[in-house]
């Protein structure tokens, strides 16, 4: 059996960059991309380009406003309309 070629694949980079009991927030560098995945109801968001951009302003503003973790949940939170997708973790 031949090794699998990686060649010409797109490698995916991520870290972890918020992490509390309720909400994750993972970059995924290579595509300009976020995911934001609410622990509770398993559920998450996935995102990239402007809307990347945007999100991460505003992650820096309430970190910078307040950088506790309820302060930041409670920022999250305000996303749970968009968080569509069912995720496992």
């Not at 991309?33 to 622990?39: F, I, M, T």
């Amino acid at each position: 059996m031949a090794p699998s070629n990686f060649a010409g694949q797109a490698r995916v980079m991520m870290q972890v960059i918020y992490n509390s009991d309720n909400y994750y927030v993972v970059e995924y560098s290579d595509q300009h991309a976020y995911e934001l995945v609410d622990k509770r109801s398993a559920r998450g968001t996935f995102f990239q380009g402007d809307g990347a951009t945007k999100f991460m302003q505003f992650m820096r503003i309430a970190v910078g406003e307040d950088a506790s973790i309820e302060h930041v949940d409670d920022f999250l939170g305000s996303f749970d309309v968009l968080l569509d997708r069912r995720v496992v973790h």
